[in-house]
């Protein structure tokens, strides 16, 4: 069998727990022929799996599209042997999904109280994986909460996950926790409510309108602090959510004076490919301390500037996202 870049496990446990479902809803409506249909196509990605060829395009028998497996594991044909009809209907449901992925987003330049808040958000397809947020948590004292990911993946799944953990810490963000608790029960519930295969690293931070800010950093990209004419690093200090349901993660204090800014982003950036080389974290850091003294809309188009320069006319392989945070 050829090798696909997936967890099968993971997916049989799933048409497992999908099978147990439709036979229980079948013994109180037995005559329901759509419920009958269902099990069988169940049963036949089970018999696919123990013959060695689930996964495998029944009409080129080449490796149906992964992203496509995870979201719907009973699919047979790869997009190249849809039919027409079918082919028409996926892209309608993409151009959904895209429309209701950047109804997701957070409104861009947004000025709150003594925080000008920027991003830049860029799908490598018609939809992303990566996630950009910002929720005002206590609207008496202008507590702002700040979030940004990357869900492991590209596609239709990634952006399904993604809009599943923006709906987590959403409804996290209602309650009176801590940063650290807050990322802590998000990874919880990702990590019970996802496939094996997925996780998603993670930028979750408090600003308060004293300037004091706490961030927790799972498994991402460093923060970067820009202060005057220097840049600090906020590493990461936990391990990104939902590769283990019990975890600890520990945050980060720091104080930003008048003018100074954090900028988050996520490997769209760093890892950009030219066909020649990685754009890279050190070009980060050096355009970072090169421009310190723009606001937070001037460093991103400067950043996206520079980006565009290196990347000439190669297509990006990755969804991009920048986000800057700057205390007027």
């Known amino acids: 069998m050829k090798n696909l870049n997936f967890d099968q496990s993971a997916i049989q446990s799933q048409l497992l727990e999908r099978r147990k479902r439709l036979e229980n809803a079948i013994s109180d409506i037995p005559e329901n022929h759509r419920l009958l249909g269902l099990l069988q196509e169940v049963d036949a990605a089970l018999e696919r799996m123990e013959k060695g060829v689930f996964g495998i395009c029944e009409a080129c028998h080449e490796p149906i599209e992964p992203e496509r497996l995870i979201t719907d594991p009973l699919t047979r044909l790869c997009i190249d042997h849809l039919t027409t ?95 650290s608790q807050l990322v802590d029960r998000a990874n919880r519930i990702f990590c019970e409510s996802t496939l094996a295969t997925h996780y998603a690293t993670l930028v979750c931070g408090k600003i308060r309108q004293s300037g004091e800010i706490e961030i927790c950093n799972a498994g991402h990209l460093p923060v970067l602090h820009i202060r005057e004419n220097e840049v600090v690093e906020m ?22 004076n008048p003018g100074d800014k954090l900028v988050l982003y996520t490997d769209g950036l760093s890892e950009a490919w030219n066909n020649k080389e990685e754009f890279g974290l050190e070009r980060i850091l050096e355009l970072a301390a090169r421009h310190s ?36």
Not at 235 to 248: A, R, V
């Open 85 to 179: 009809d079918q082919q028409r209907a996926l892209e309608q449901d993409l151009d959904l999904a895209s429309q209701i992925q950047k109804a997701l987003l957070p409104k861009n330049k947004m000025i709150l109280g003594n925080w000008e808040v920027s991003y830049y958000y860029q799908p490598a397809g018609p939809v992303s994986g990566d996630y950009c947020d910002l929720v005002e948590i206590n609207k008496q004292n202008g507590d702002i909460l700040f979030v940004l990911g990357d869900v492991s993946g590209k596609g239709v799944a990634a952006s399904m996950l993604m809009s599943h953990l923006h709906a987590v810490i959403h409804s996290l963000a209602a309650f009176d926790l801590s940063v």
């Open 235 to 256: 590493k990461s200090t936990g391990i990104p959510i939902g590769l283990f349901c019990n975890s600890d993660y520990t945050i980060q204090k720091a104080k930003l």
């Open 293 to 328: 003294r723009m606001n937070s809309d001037e460093l991103i188009q400067t950043f996206l500037s520079d980006y565009n320069t290196f990347m000439k006319k190669a297509p990006p392989s990755d969804d991009l996202t920048l986000m800057t945070i700057q205390r007027r």
